[in-house]
C-alpha cells in the first residue's frame, strides 16, 4: 500500500517535527520552506548544528502527535495485521 501525501498535512499532524526530533540526534533534519500562505514549495534533507526545539514546539508537537494517534489507533492497528 503506498498513498501519496501533501506535505502539509506530514507537518501539521506534527510528524515532521517527530521525525526531526530523531534525526536532529544525528545531525540532520527535513527542511520545509513555506510560503507566507502556508504553501510548501521544496523540501530537502540538511545537515544542522542544532539539536532538539524550544519547549513551546515541543509541547505542540506532542500534542499534534497524541491528536494523531487518538485519531488513526485503529486503522493504524488493522492495518498492521494485514
Known sequence: ?????EWKEFRD?????????ILHTFGWAIVVEVEADRTI??????????????????TTG???I???MKEN????EKESRE
Do not use: H
Open 66 to 68: 497524541s491528536k494523531l
Open 1 to 5: 500500500m503506498l498513498n501519496k501525501e
Open 13 to 21: 499532524s506534527g510528524l515532521l517535527w517527530w521525525v526531526n526530533m
Open 73 to 76: 489507533a485503529e486503522q493504524l
Open 62 to 64: 506532542y500534542k499534534q
Open 41 to 58: 514549495t521544496n523540501a530537502y534533507p540538511a545537515r544542522v548544528r542544532y539539536r532538539g526545539f524550544s519547549e513551546e514546539f515541543n
